[in-house]
């Protein structure tokens, strides 16, 4: 079945560390994202890549790595220069060339606790 | 950047019920999506609706683009209607901004 993928589901993490969450997609899309979520509130973007090999900051970047080697894969690295990282994170794929829209798919999340 | 606010935040209803959830934005846009965030955390898209209205089961959108507001109708609410309901609306390049959502509870 084609989707989109994040692992692992619960992720918990001392200060201090650097940590990496995964999502693939095998949806064959152009477009991946990031997104965080706090409680209560909507969804704020942290990086986006249109294409392999290219990506650009959203509005919330600072503390956060991203690389993109691989139409699939999109993988999230949370820096220690992350101040707050305790939040629900969320991937998503789009592609408007074939779909003529915009529409965004997403997996199902991670959520990490900073202890 | 863009404004999108949503109303009401929150909403209780009884299975059966109707309700309309509403999406006001700031500028002109190409692209308006209604997604559903299950107790999970999953969102799931349920309109690409930059204008015009669509409708799917007992769920239909209307966006009034000139108006710049989008509605969210939901007819005979069941339990499994539950959750957020967000808005969202190209702040860029394939870029979307989200609304805060709104919280539904429907009790059986």
């Known amino acids: 079945d084609g989707g989109i993928t994040q692992s692992p589901k619960y992720l918990f993490r001392k200060e201090g560390q650097n940590v990496t969450l995964s999502c693939e997609q095998n949806l064959n899309h152009d477009a991946m994202y990031w997104y965080r979520q706090d409680p209560g509130q909507g969804l704020r973007l942290i990086y986006y890549?249109?294409?392999?090999?290219?990506?650009q900051k959203g509005d919330i970047a600072e503390g956060y790595s991203v690389s993109r080697e691989k139409k699939e894969s999109f993988p999230l690295t949370v820096t220690s220069a992350q101040k707050n990282p305790t939040a629900f994170y969320l991937c998503?794929?789009?592609?408007?060339?074939?779909?003529?829209?915009?529409?965004?798919?997403f997996g199902p999340g991670t959520r990490l606790t900073v202890l | 950047g863009i404004q999108v606010e949503q109303s009401p935040p929150d909403l209780i209803l009884q299975e059966g019920a109707n309700s309309t959830l509403r999406c006001n934005f700031s500028d002109s846009v190409n692209n308006l999506q209604w997604f559903h965030q299950n107790p999970w955390g999953q969102l799931i898209n349920l309109f690409y609706i930059p204008s015009g209205t669509k409708q799917n089961g007992r769920l239909s959108a209307t966006t009034v683009a000139t108006e710049r507001y989008s509605l969210l109708y939901i007819s005979s609410s069941q339990t499994t209607d539950s959750g957020v309901y967000f808005c969202a609306v190209e702040g860029g390049f394939q870029k979307l901004v989200f609304g805060t959502g709104t919280r539904l509870l429907v009790s059986p």
């Open positions: 890549s249109q294409i392999v090999n290219d990506f």
């Open positions: 998503a794929s789009s592609s408007p060339h074939e779909t003529r829209t915009d529409t965004q798919y």
